[in-house]
């Protein structure tokens, strides 16, 4: 079974703080993704990655930046958490470009004061 | 701009109906389609691929896809309670990326 796990369940932040997300996928999959999901809007995705030290941006990466070290690994992060980033973020790796089936984490719930 | 259509619902259903839930694409080229199940606080989890016109059944669930049409649905037959959640649409477009419609709340009613 393909496991994507992601660092926090909750998380609270100050606005201003610098927040890191971490996520990793035990399948050895290419492909790994940053959505954030809030009501009414869907799933919107925020970067994303086909190779290690190799990132794309989604439709809405301003305010966030990423990391690929490590195959298994995609952090993302939050330069200057505002409260606008206030969501859900969801993790998910596949394991080739071309529509492969996306695997998603459990989620990090964010709430930005 | 590509885009993929789902009713927000909710979608009341009887246990034991069956359940339709309906998808629009906008991108004929696009080439492999999905549908999660979301529950509510929880991440989304693959319950039916379909990559060809026809209908694929999987247990209680049909996906049924009509390329022509750009219409993609899914089918829960004796619908339980459980079943109660949001369901996601999926799209993979020829530029690899997937692009997620809003989801169809579903509700069975028991």
């Known amino acids: 079974d393909v496991k994507v796990t992601q660092s926090s369940r909750y998380l609270v932040k100050r606005t201003g703080e610098k927040v890191f997300l971490e996520c990793v996928q035990d399948m050895d999959h290419e492909n790994m993704f940053w959505y954030r999901q809030d009501p009414g809007l869907g799933l919107r995705l925020i970067y994303f990655?086909?190779?290690?030290?190799?990132?794309e941006k989604g439709d809405i990466p301003e305010g966030y930046s990423v990391s690929r070290e490590k195959k298994e690994r995609f952090s993302l992060i939050l330069e200057s958490a505002s409260t606008n980033q206030t969501s859900m973020y969801l993790c998910a790796s596949s394991p080739q470009s071309g529509g492969e089936t996306q695997y998603f984490g459990p989620g990090t719930r964010l709430l930005v004061l | 701009q590509k885009e993929v259509e789902q009713n927000s619902g909710p979608l009341s259903v009887p246990e034991g109906a069956i359940a339709s839930l309906n998808c629009t694409y906008s991108?004929?080229?696009?080439?492999?389609f999905f549908w999660y199940r979301q529950y509510s606080g929880k991440s989304p989890e693959l319950i039916m691929s379909?990559?060809?016109?026809g209908d694929k059944e999987d247990g209680r669930f049909t996906a049924q896809l009509n390329k022509a049409s750009q219409y993609v649905s899914l089918l829960i037959r004796d619908s339980q309670p459980s079943d109660s959640a949001t369901y996601l649409c999926a799209v993979a477009f020829l530029v690899d990326k997937i692009i997620f419609g809003k989801g169809t709340r579903l509700h069975i009613l028991p």
């Open positions: 991108d004929r080229g696009s080439q492999s």
């Open positions: 379909i990559y060809s016109n």
């Open positions: 990655s086909y190779d290690v030290k190799m990132k």
